[in-house]
């Protein structure tokens, strides 16, 4: 069920419609360059047995600087997700914005 949800999870990023990306005022290829780079970096958590990709959320901005946030449910969990980001081609820099559960 858990490798169902990150599938459908996996597909639904990857079929987002193109329409609304220019709607920040940056170019459509920045913004699907961003999109690709978010999605690479989330069918990372999808294939990894740690991070939880449902609870971990991913942006990334056009100089390809991906900031994590959410909930992680260990410190292992977080800096495996880091860890992960770091390792998608096209991230400049990640910033660590999640919190680890008590």
Not at 49 to 74: F, P, Q, R, W
Request: aromatic share 2%.
């Amino acid at each position: 069920m858990k490798t169902n949800f990150k599938a459908l999870l996996l597909v639904s990023a990857l079929a987002m419609p193109l329409s609304g990306f220019a709607a920040d005022g940056d170019a459509v290829s920045t913004k699907l360059s961003d999109t690709v780079i978010t999605t690479k970096v989330k069918a990372a958590f999808a294939k990894d047995k740690l991070v939880s990709a449902s609870d971990i959320k991913v942006e990334t901005d056009s100089n390809g600087l991906v900031e994590l946030s959410g909930t992680a449910k260990t410190k292992k969990e977080a800096e495996k997700a880091v860890l992960l980001a770091k390792g998608v081609k096209g991230v400049t820099a990640v910033k660590n914005e999640i919190v680890v559960a008590e």
